[in-house]
């Protein structure tokens, strides 16, 4: 069964610094990946996704994520983060099971950005 | 305009008692589903409609029933709650269920805790 792996269950940087929050995933003849943003006591929003083509995808506020398939891993990255940047962060893999499509989740990670 | 809204926001109750969450959807989508999101915020997965059929049922004990009275709305009914039902549920839409495009869009969800 295809998973998600996200390697740090917790992530503390400082304000404007660079931040890299690490997803692994289990290997399948397709790959369709996503990554989702929890602010506190909100649901989830859609940051970013790969289907196919250019490895890098660029999402919403400044962030961006690189497929690489060799290493099975759908990094996200940011340059610069900001204190509003504080959420937790999921990565998912869409799973296909009856003919319908699922997403599977990682752990989550907790972005914290201290001032 | 909000476009998945899930009623109630909180929902505390005793032990065996039976309680229902409702969701709708403005965004014209055919699909719907429900997450549980427990203490340690993992999100997985329950069920998800598609056109108000039961698509995908993951292993969910029988007391979890939902209903999907048109494709706007799919709503969970609970019976003889448990603790360990304590969690925040998130309902979802998105516009197709069996494309690896599936973005899905989040409620706000609802926390509920059994007594």
């Known amino acids: 069964a295809q998973s998600v792996t996200q390697l740090d269950s917790q992530v503390p940087v400082f304000e404007e610094a660079p931040v890299e929050l690490r997803c692994n995933y289990s290997s399948s003849v397709s790959v369709y990946l996503f990554w989702y943003v929890q602010y506190p006591n909100q649901g989830l929003q859609l940051l970013l996704k790969?289907?196919?083509?250019?490895?890098l995808v660029k999402g919403i506020n400044g962030f961006e994520a690189e497929f690489n398939k060799s290493q099975t891993s759908f990094h996200l990255r940011k340059p610069s983060v900001h204190i509003s940047d504080t959420a937790e962060y999921f990565c998912?893999?869409?799973?296909?099971?009856?003919?319908?499509?699922?997403?599977?989740f990682g752990q989550g990670t907790r972005l914290t950005i201290n001032p | 305009d909000t476009a998945v809204s899930q009623t109630p926001k909180y929902l505390v109750t005793q032990m065996g008692n039976d309680k229902s969450i409702k969701c709708e959807q403005n965004l014209g989508h055919d699909t719907m589903y429900w997450y549980k999101q427990d203490s340690k915020k993992f999100l997985k997965i329950m069920f998800s409609y598609n056109n108000k059929e039961l698509i995908i049922n993951e292993t969910v004990p029988n007391r979890f029933s939902p209903k999907s009275p048109d494709k706007a709305h799919l709503n969970l009914h609970i019976n003889s709650l448990e603790l360990g039902d304590s969690a925040v549920y998130f309902c979802a839409s998105s516009a197709h269920s069996g494309t690896p495009n599936n973005e899905q869009f989040f409620g706000p969800g609802t926390r509920l805790t059994v007594l």
């Open positions: 790969y289907l196919s083509g250019s490895t």
């Open positions: 998912a893999v869409s799973v296909g099971i009856q003919g319908a499509q699922k997403l599977v």
